[in-house]
């Protein structure tokens, strides 16, 4: 039995080196015309990831901030630019102007040309008595007369003491008892009403001839409720001249004053 399982062993053996010697029939495969299938990109990859998409989308905010500041600076530089431009411009047309304007240290005064610039005289000296500044100064022509002149007071159809006015070349009118020298206490009145004034003026004679005389004027001081010569409402700051029997009022003072000298009729010399 041995020898029949050895001999079964070898031919089985034989036969199979007898079969890996004969030639096997190989098939062939057809080729595959299709392209090949893409690679993908690693790249793409990257960009498609959650990471790689937020850091393109800071870089794209910095850039476009970047080119936003960038924009700025520019517009900010086209300004200055401008203003500089605008200032050049201004100077140059202020030297121009300063250029065909002559200049006054190179002009020749003239001596005879009147100067109105302020001198200051008139705040110099200012006119005050009693540490209250009085809104009249007498001018150079002021004289005392020598007709004597006087007022004589009605209130309503009660006469008052009559006042000599011709002691001195001016009278202040008002309520300011510390400074007039006529008290005038209606309400309506203003502190320093009104001032009679004599003045020396030019003077024609009934024989045509002129001489100078001193005659007296009324002027209201820019009074509240105004003066009034003969019930008619005179102009502040300007000189009337008052004549024989001329009424004078002040404000709504129901008091008049009627002007009179020693020489009208009817009147009687009673004070020198």
């Known amino acids: 039995m041995g020898s029949s399982r050895k001999r079964q062993t070898s031919s089985s053996s034989d036969s199979s080196s007898s079969a890996s010697d004969s030639p096997v029939p190989v098939r062939k495969q057809k080729r595959d015309s299709s392209p090949p299938p893409r690679r993908q990109d690693s790249r793409s990859n990257r960009?498609?990831?959650p990471r790689r998409q937020s850091f393109n989308n800071s870089q794209n905010r910095s850039l476009n901030t970047s080119m936003k500041r960038k924009r700025r600076k520019e517009d900010r530089d086209a300004e200055k630019n401008d203003s500089?431009?605008?200032d050049k411009r201004r100077k140059e047309k202020k030297e121009k102007d300063r250029k065909m304007k002559p200049d006054k240290n190179d002009e020749k005064k003239d001596l005879t040309a009147p100067n109105f610039e302020k001198s200051g005289k008139l705040t110099e000296d200012r006119n005050t008595y009693k540490g209250i500044v009085i809104?009249?100064?007498e001018p150079p022509e002021a004289r005392i007369p020598k007709t004597k002149w006087r007022?004589?007071?009605f209130k309503g159809d009660e006469t008052l003491p009559t006042m000599y006015i011709h002691r001195n070349s001016g009278y202040l009118i008002g309520r300011e008892r510390k400074i007039v020298d006529i008290p005038a206490d209606h309400p309506s009145c203003s502190s320093q009403h009104a001032v009679i004034q004599f003045r020396?003026?030019?003077h024609v004679r009934q024989d045509g001839s002129q001489t100078q005389k001193v005659k007296p004027y009324l002027m209201d001081l820019e009074s509240t409720n105004g003066s009034f010569l003969?019930?008619?409402?005179i102009e502040p700051r300007r000189y009337y001249e008052l004549k024989e029997r001329d009424i004078v009022k002040f404000g709504f003072s129901t008091r008049e004053y009627v002007i009179l000298h020693e020489r009208t009729e009817g009147v009687m010399e009673t004070e020198s």
Do not use: G, I, M, R
Not at 230 to 233: Q, T
């Open 47 to 49: 960009n498609s990831s």
């Open 200 to 202: 020396l003026v030019d």
């Open 151 to 153: 007022l004589y007071p």
């Open 135 to 137: 809104k009249y100064s």
């Open 84 to 86: 500089a431009k605008e």
């Open 230 to 233: 003969n019930n008619v409402k």
